[in-house]
C-alpha cells in the first residue's frame, strides 16, 4: 500500500501516476450507509483537470468502480474498495528525469531510497494523481458526516497575493460553507478569483507558476472530540493534510499571528448565547487541549508552486557527473491550489469522521447510521 490512515475508518491507498489502476481500500464504514454515489462523482470532479486553461492539459475519467463493499446503494460492512484507470498516459515524458532529476521534486531522492525500483512516471506513487483515491474517502466520509448535522467545506484564501475574503469563524452557517464549491473557481469573492486567474495564466505564460493558500472549516463538532498530546485534532487534520503533495504548511484558527498578539487579545472570552456557552472569538480555531471546542474547526493550508515549469533551471547529470540546465515540457498545472481544494476537504473528513468514531467509542455510545 502506498499510504495508509485512521485507526477507526481506516483508509488505504495504493497506485502509481501511471500504473494501470489506483485505488481506495476503506475499513470500518459502519454497514447500511446510503452513499450517492452520483454526489461522490461530482466531488471527484471538482479536482479533475484537463477542462480549465488554468489546470493541466491531462485528462482522465476519474469514474470509479466499486469492487466490493457495496450493497446496492449502502455499505454493507465489508471493505469498501474504489479503483480507478489510468487511461492517458505519457510514460516517456519522464525518462529524461531518471538521469537528470527535476527541482523540488522527489526524483533524485527516492532514485537514492529505491535504486531503479522506483518509477518515476508522472512522479509515481509520489504523484498528486494519489490524491484522487482520498478524494474517493472523503466524499464518502462527508456523506456520513453531513447526515449527522457536520458540514467540511473549503475555498481558496489566496494565490499569488491575491486574497479571498474569509469564512466567519463565529458564526458560520452551512451555506456559507458550501458556497465556493458550487463555483468554477471555488472563492468567496467572484473579482478576487478573476484576478488569481489572471495571476497565474500570466505565470503560465512566462512559463512559471504560482502557489496559495487554502482555507477549510468544519462545523457541527461537539464539545470534545479530539484529545490531548497527539491524538488531538491537529494532530489528525494535519497528518491527512501533509498527505497532498505540494502542502507545506498549516496553520489553526489564528496560526501564527498569535505570536504577535498579547494573551488579551488571543483568548476567546466566553458568553451564554441562549443557554449555550460559546467565545466571542474563535482565534483557538474551534480547538482547545487537542479537543473540539464546539465553535467552527477553521485552518489554512500553503501550497507551494507547482515545481514543473518549463523556464530553465540548474540540475545534474546523475551518470555523468556534471551541472545541467533542465527545462520541464508536458502537462502540469501553473497553479495546483484550485484542484487541492477538494482534495483538502477531504483530508479533513476522513480525520474527523475517524475521530468521531474514536470519541463514539470512548463515551460507550453506538453508532446508529
Request: aromatic share 6%.
Amino acid at each position: 500500500m502506498s499510504s495508509e490512515f485512521g485507526n477507526n475508518i481506516r483508509i488505504k491507498i495504493y497506485g502509481q501516476s501511471h500504473s494501470p489502476e489506483i485505488g481506495v481500500i476503506i475499513e470500518g464504514l459502519p454497514p447500511g450507509e446510503i452513499i450517492d454515489m452520483d454526489k461522490v462523482q461530482r466531488f471527484l470532479e471538482r479536482r479533475k483537470g484537463g477542462t480549465k486553461s488554468y489546470t493541466t492539459p491531462r485528462s482522465e475519467s476519474d469514474e470509479a468502480r466499486i469492487v466490493s463493499g457495496m450493497a446496492g446503494d449502502k455499505t454493507d460492512g465489508e471493505a469498501l474498495h474504489a479503483v480507478f484507470v489510468n487511461a492517458n498516459v505519457k510514460g516517456k515524458d519522464y525518462s529524461r528525469f531518471e538521469t537528470v532529476p527535476r527541482p523540488s521534486h522527489v526524483d533524485y531522492y527516492a532514485k537514492v531510497k529505491y535504486g531503479d525500483n522506483y518509477d518515476v512516471s508522472g512522479g509515481g506513487h509520489f504523484s498528486g494523481r494519489l490524491t484522487l483515491p482520498l478524494c474517493f474517502a472523503g466524499a464518502i466520509c462527508k456523506q456520513i458526516l453531513e447526515r449527522h448535522n457536520v458540514f467540511i467545506g473549503a475555498h481558496i484564501s489566496s494565490i499569488a497575493g491575491v486574497a479571498d475574503n474569509r469564512f466567519d469563524a463565529v458564526d458560520l452557517m452551512p451555506e456559507e460553507l458550501m458556497m465556493p464549491s458550487i463555483k468554477e473557481l471555488p472563492v468567496i469573492n467572484d473579482m478576487a478569483g478573476d484576478l488569481m486567474i489572471e495571476k497565474i495564466l500570466e505565470a503560465k505564460a512566462d512559463g512559471d507558476s504560482v502557489g496559495g493558500t487554502i482555507e477549510c472549516a468544519i462545523i457541527g463538532l461537539s464539545i470534545g472530540i479530539g484529545d490531548h498530546m497527539f491524538d488531538g485534532i491537529e494532530n489528525q487534520i494535519s497528518k491527512a493534510v501533509f498527505g497532498i503533495p505540494g502542502v507545506k504548511g498549516i496553520e489553526f484558527g489564528a496560526g501564527f499571528q498569535a505570536a504577535q498578539m498579547r494573551g488579551s487579545e488571543h483568548n476567546d472570552a466566553y458568553v451564554f448565547d441562549e443557554g449555550i456557552v460559546r467565545t466571542k472569538t474563535n482565534n483557538a480555531g474551534g480547538i482547545v487541549g487537542g479537543m473540539s471546542t464546539g465553535m467552527p474547526v477553521i485552518f489554512n493550508v500553503a501550497m507551494k508552486p507547482t515545481p514543473s515549469i518549463s523556464l530553465p533551471q540548474d540540475s545534474v547529470n546523475i551518470e555523468t557527473g556534471e551541472n545541467e540546465k533542465i527545462s520541464i515540457q508536458g502537462r502540469h498545472d501553473p497553479c495546483i491550489v484550485p484542484r487541492a481544494v477538494p482534495c483538502v476537504e477531504a483530508a479533513a473528513a476522513v480525520a474527523i469522521a475517524d475521530l468521531i468514531m474514536e470519541f463514539m467509542k470512548e463515551k460507550g455510545i453506538k453508532y446508529n447510521g
